[in-house]
């Protein structure tokens, strides 16, 4: 049996996603929280699309699709190539399991139904223990600016598929969002025996949520070990764009561009082996371990070091 340790994890999409189910089978039932990015939300045909979420809940329900690492397993695509046919926007990848999911969060949320009650009901449907938490209710939505302008998150991601360079990432709704309830009592439960910062990208998937005013602030204020997962192996990502937009941005795709950007918030920082040389310059508690997960063995182990890492830290004095 898991001994009981309320843990809270700041999560994106497939990388936390991994690193949230590992924990979520080494914790007892309920005592895992997870604080989800919404800057990646989007309004696409008509719906309300939240990947970061939907990623999580289909990975904590043994839903997710392996082959692609997003969406649903056994996914069919009726309704894409019906939508093609007619000549619509084909660009971003609906399937008609994955529509359903969209279809109920726009209904529901055309009702007045807020995203974090949406959410919760989602989870309870497919049989989620783990709550996952909008980290607001309100519309915060990341856009990034390129050479030739401004463009919308998923526009960049995929429409134009990460490539042209980032010069400037923006927050559009952030500076009035208000931080969901739920999250603040969760950070600042006395009983939180530790924060982890998933190995999502530090850029569009942690920062928007740290961005929502309050809760940069209340990860900082946590009486636990807040630690961070580095999302980077030997100066590259094991998926997605956070490697080219360190670069892009001038930090650089390192270990330490990633401590940077929590610097203010960090009791401890895991990397792979493959970085444990990086590790004395980084002025912060580490450990090394392997941070690939490719199965769910790992995903498990990985959640095991880094409690196990959560623990030292909070059992030494000061």
Same mark, same amino acid.
């Given at each position: ?9 700041l ?16 914790? +007892? ?15 696409h ?29 056994g ?8 939508l ?64 030739e302008?401004?463009?919308?998150f998923?526009?960049?991601?995929v ?6 360079p980032?010069?400037?990432?923006a927050f ?9 309830? +739920? ?33 940069? %602030? ?8 807040v ?16 490697a ?22 960090l ?9 444990? %040389? ?11 371990t ?29």
């Amino acid at each position: 049996m898991a001994t009981r340790r309320k843990v809270v994890a700041l999560s994106g999409g497939i990388g936390g996603a991994k690193l949230a189910l590992g924990l979520a089978r080494v914790l +007892a039932p309920g005592d895992l929280t997870i604080i989800a990015n919404v800057g990646d939300d989007f309004e696409h045909l008509g719906l309300h699309v939240s990947p970061d979420i939907d990623t999580l809940v289909y990975t904590l329900a043994g839903l997710a699709n392996p082959e692609l690492g997003w969406g649903r397993t056994g996914e069919t695509w009726t309704f894409m190539a019906t939508l093609e046919q007619l000549g619509g926007p084909a660009w971003f990848r609906l399937g008609d399991g994955d529509l359903a999911m969209h279809v109920m969060r726009t209904h529901r949320r055309a009702q007045g139904v807020p995203l974090s009650t949406v959410t919760a009901d989602i989870c309870a449907a497919l049989g989620v223990v783990p709550r996952v938490l909008p980290a607001t209710d309100d519309s915060v939505r990341t856009r990034v600016r390129l050479d030739e302008g401004w463009l919308d998150f998923q526009d960049w991601f995929v429409g134009r598929r990460a490539a042209p360079p980032v010069r400037e990432l923006a927050f559009d709704g952030a500076a009035t969002a208000r931080p969901l309830p +739920a999250v603040l009592d969760a950070l600042a439960d006395p009983e939180l025996h530790a924060v982890v910062v998933c190995p999502s990208n530090p850029l569009i998937s942690i920062e928007p949520i740290l961005c929502v005013p309050g809760l940069r %602030e209340a990860v900082r204020a946590c009486t636990a070990p807040v630690v961070a997962v580095s999302p980077l192996i030997g100066g590259r990502a094991v998926k997605g764009p956070t490697a080219a937009m360190l670069n892009d941005l001038g930090a650089g795709a390192t270990v330490g561009a990633v401590v940077e950007r929590y610097r203010d918030l960090l009791d401890g920082f895991v990397l792979d082996e493959a970085d444990a %040389e990086a590790a004395p310059a980084l002025a912060v508690p580490t450990i090394a371990t392997k941070t690939l997960m490719l199965t769910l063995a790992d995903r498990i182990r990985l959640a095991e070091d880094v409690l196990a890492f959560a623990d030292r830290i909070g059992a030494t004095p000061g």
